[in-house]
Nanobody, 115 residues
Framework: VQLVEPGGGLVQPGGSLRLSCAASGSIRRINTWGWYRQAPGKQREFVARITRNFAPDYADSARGRFTISRDNAEDTVYLRMSGLKPEDTAVYYC??????????WGKGTLVTVSS
């Protein structure tokens, strides 16, 4: 099972960025996709998740600025981030949970918000 997360990079405050995460390999049907992040010196925290029925959920820090979406046919999830702030700087991790309750993690992609 592999989760590939291209899309990180450097962006100026107030800018936008879209992350994507594609699943491949022997993964059973995905129930929930999620994004988490870990800033330097901090614990990993929840950012957003979306169920197979497209019901999204957001952390307070992400609500109104970030949008999560998924493509079930392509086993891909996206995180559109806008109005980025320096405090959004972190390594962003993709997470999936299948219907058996097994979860998988990507290796993470670095997002740096700085002028």
């Amino acid at each position: 099972v592999q989760l590939v997360e291209p899309g990180g990079g450097l962006v100026q405050p107030g800018g936008s960025l879209r992350l994507s995460c594609a699943a491949s390999g022997s993964i059973r049907r995905i129930n929930t996709w999620g994004w988490y992040r870990q800033a330097p010196g901090k614990q990993r925290e929840f950012v957003a998740r979306i169920t197979r029925n497209f019901a999204p959920d957001y952390a307070d820090s992400a609500r109104g600025r970030f949008t999560i979406s998924r493509d079930n046919a392509e086993d891909t999830v996206y995180l559109r981030m806008s109005g980025l702030k320096p405090e959004d700087t972190a390594v962003y991790y993709c997470n999936v949970v299948n219907f058996a309750g097994t979860d998988y993690w990507g290796k993470g992609t670095l997002v740096t918000v700085s002028s």
